[in-house]
């Protein structure tokens, strides 16, 4: 059971004090066909119990590059999210992709859900909703985030010399420029999670006017952020998140312990002991001060992780493009505590392509 998880300290889910269950319902539940019978979506449950963190995992499993193709104008619209307009039952037919309605679309990939079904005549009237939080937190910045910046003018300066770095492939050029960047973003804006610097890194480059794909799709997973600089250099961007709380693991080793261990499978026993402290190491303050010593070994742990980050690049998606016999720039965009900022190039040379 869900209780046992927490109990045996597998999930520090709710250790805010929620209950468990509410948390999961409140981001995960929702969806309904019928405006009455409501069903969770059960990749982010799933994901969430495997990651042991509450996150937007739908938002990452390869849908958002859409959401900028159609129906932009309106997501840039803080309103919109709480005032959807109702659609036609003829509006579902989704036929015709170059005319259809940005909510029917939303609601056919599960972003939006029905709130209540109305018979007008000879055909139903949906009224339509944001079925959780999970999908909030997904939308909600991609329409405010602009608005989520002390100074907009200088969000975008640093945005621009973030780009410009890149292109460069000067690494402490895009790590100073980040971070200034995400230093303007206000507190109340920020979730430490990777779903969330994406969505900043996503903005940085769209006020950098530079076009990009998000979750682009390959053969092994969905690449972060894809995109192709002015002058022609093709770059894979992978994001991650480095949390001094959690231990360092290699490739191989399993860092989340198998609810279908020993341990779990015994309900009865965790029921009836004493309640033995909890394994959850409580939360650290969120700015702890850093010295120099402290700061360059959290410098060599993201480090670690950014290399990480490489290899999957280079395993799982720049294949895709080095045989179409172009070049690879591989780009490890690591985060820690907030604003800082580790990144990370390797160039993978292009792959002949077959004589005809």
Do not use: C
Not at 26 to 41: L, M
Not at 208 to 220: G, I, R
Not at 286 to 300: F, G, M, Q, S, V
């Amino acid at each position: 059971t869900l209780e046992l998880l927490i109990e045996e300290g597998y999930l520090p889910l709710g250790s805010d004090g929620r209950d468990l269950r509410r948390t999961i319902q409140d981001w995960y539940d929702g969806y309904t066909w019928d405006g009455k019978t409501r069903v969770y979506n059960p990749w982010s449950v799933l994901s969430a119990l495997d990651d042991a963190e509450i996150d937007s995992y739908w938002y990452k499993s390869g849908t958002p590059n859409f959401l900028r193709q159609l129906g932009a104008e309106d997501l840039q619209d803080p309103e919109w999210i709480n005032n959807i307009p109702d659609i036609q039952e003829s509006d579902t037919d989704i036929s015709d992709i170059d005319n259809i309605r940005p909510e029917v679309l939303l609601l056919q990939t599960g972003y939006l859900t029905i709130k209540d079904t109305f018979v007008e005549g000879q055909s139903r009237r949906f009224s339509l909703e944001v079925p959780n939080q999970e999908v909030k937190a997904a939308l909600w910045p991609m329409a405010h985030a602009k608005d989520l910046v002390s100074d907009p003018v200088l969000a975008q300066k640093w945005a621009k010399a973030t780009l410009e770095s890149l292109f460069k492939l000067d690494a402490s050029g895009v790590e100073e420029a980040f971070s200034f960047y995400l230093n303007q973003f206000t507190h109340p804006s920020f979730k430490t999670n990777e779903s969330q610097y994406q969505i900043f890194f996503e903005t940085a480059i769209s006020l950098a006017n530079q076009k990009f794909n998000s979750q682009e799709t390959t053969a092994h997973g969905f690449m972060d952020v894809h995109f192709v600089s002015p002058k022609g250099q093709r770059f894979i961007v992978e994001l991650k998140v480095y949390r001094e709380d959690e231990p360092e693991s290699s490739d191989d080793q399993e860092t989340t312990p198998d609810p279908k261990s020993s341990k779990a499978q015994k309900p009865a026993k965790a029921q009836k002991s004493a309640k033995a402290p909890k394994k959850v190491a409580k939360p650290k303050p969120l700015h702890p001060p850093i010295n120099d010593a402290d700061k360059a070994k959290l410098r060599e742990s993201m480090t670690n992780l950014a290399d990480k980050a490489l290899r999957q690049i280079q395993k799982q998606y720049a294949d895709k493009y080095r045989g179409a016999g172009q070049p690879v720039i591989m780009v490890a965009l690591v985060m820690a505590r907030r604003t800082f900022v580790l990144a990370k190039f390797e160039t993978l040379e292009s792959i002949k392509e077959p004589k005809e």
